[in-house]
Nanobody
Framework: QVLLTESGGGLVQTGGSLRLSCAVSGRTLSQYIIGWFRQAPGKEREFVTSIRWSDGRTNYADDVKGRFTIVKNTAKSTVYVQMNSLKPEDTAVYYC?????????????WGPGTQVTVSS
């Protein structure tokens, strides 16, 4: 079992920044990848970014590359996403999730989500 809790969402103007946090607890985290997803009203949930706990390898969706940065703090068992140059289209509920480090494994564990709203 892996438990995830997001925080840090809020309302920000276009061009502003937010930092989301995902506190992770549970099993040996070195066996997991922590990902962030988002879902806007009326849209499918989409991948944003991920980090491999064992070595910090990261992955980003094309539309956030250069604007979002994912990092982990091993001592705090927390993953952060620094979001800069925010746009109205970044408005969504952001979820962190965990999947085991195995090819094809799904994200089995999800946090409750945190709302990010970017005003124009």
């Amino acid at each position: 079992q892996v438990l995830l809790t997001e925080s840090g969402g809020g309302l920000v103007q276009t061009g502003g920044s937010l930092r989301l946090s995902c506190a992770v607890s549970g099993r040996t985290l070195s066996q997991y990848i922590i990902g962030w997803f988002r879902q806007a009203p009326g849209k499918e949930r989409e991948f944003v970014t991920s980090i491999r706990w064992s070595d910090g390898r990261t992955n980003y969706a094309d539309d956030v590359k250069g604007r979002f940065t994912i990092v982990k703090n091993t001592a705090k068992s927390t993953v952060y996403v620094q979001m800069n140059s925010l746009k109205p289209e970044d408005t969504a509920v952001y979820y962190c999730a965990a999947r085991i480090l195995r090819i094809g494994a799904p994200y089995d564990y999800w946090g409750p989500g945190t709302q990010v709203t970017v005003s124009s």
